[in-house]
């Protein structure tokens, strides 16, 4: 069956740095992947969209990459904040599908 | 403009009960999708509603769950005879009818004591 495994850990970092987070997925070629923002008691943002054709897609401090061979996504946020602290899930859905299945998320602390 | 709202915020009822979780999606948007969120895991899809007629209902765990979307705006997730398994946050996102990227509401936490 389809699987998408985020990273169960907590990531700490220091306010500065580059936080990177992955999202792995089995069984299947997802035609794109979907990082969204969860804060405590909130609804998932939507972040950044990537589809298999494309290796990297950026918006501000965040990039995200699409690596079909090693089945990975990367999603980095560059001079990371502690207002960058929140939940951050992966998502990933097939052609011609609106529905994506979602990953259980990584936590990112950012320590000032 | 206005996001997603869900309504109630908080749901407590007693197992056995009968229960509505009501969504009202981003105007104009013709998808609607109800997800359950259970701590530490990520929104499991339940149904997926285009227009007024739901394109697919795989998701619901079984006939105790049912939902509405009678004119194409608000949806009305329905869950009979409780069970304190059904205890999570429920969560409702929209979109455009030709766009991956969902915009969600802030959710509905259920609790079944």
């Known amino acids: 069956s389809q699987k998408i495994e985020q990273n169960s850990e907590a990531l700490n970092i220091q306010e500065g740095k580059t936080a990177t987070l992955t999202c792995n997925y089995t069984?299947?070629?997802?035609?794109?992947l979907q990082w969204y923002r969860q804060d405590p008691g909130r609804g998932p943002v939507f972040l950044l969209l990537i589809r298999e054709n494309e290796k990297e897609k950026r918006k501000e401090r965040l990039k995200v990459t699409f690596d079909t061979t090693l089945k990975q996504s990367l999603f980095h946020i560059t001079a990371s904040q502690p207002a960058d602290s929140a939940t951050y899930l992966c998502a990933s859905g097939s052609g011609g599908s609106y529905i994506p299945t979602f990953g259980r998320g990584t936590s990112l602390i950012v320590h000032p | 403009g206005a996001g997603v709202s869900q309504t109630p915020s908080n749901k407590v009822t007693e197992k056995g009960k009968y229960v509505e979780l009501r969504c009202d999606p981003i105007s104009g948007h013709t998808a609607l999708y109800w997800y359950r969120q259970s701590l530490g895991q990520g929104p499991e899809f339940l149904i997926y509603f285009q227009g007024t007629g739901a394109a697919d209902d795989s998701g619901l765990p079984n006939d105790r769950f049912f939902a509405v979307r009678p004119e194409g705006s608000v949806s009305t997730l329905k869950i009979q005879r409780t069970e304190r398994g059904d205890s999570a946050v429920y969560l409702c996102a929209s979109s455009p009818q030709t766009e991956e990227t969902q915009y969600f509401g802030p959710g509905t936490r259920l609790l079944v004591l």
């Open positions: 069984n299947y070629s997802p035609a794109y």
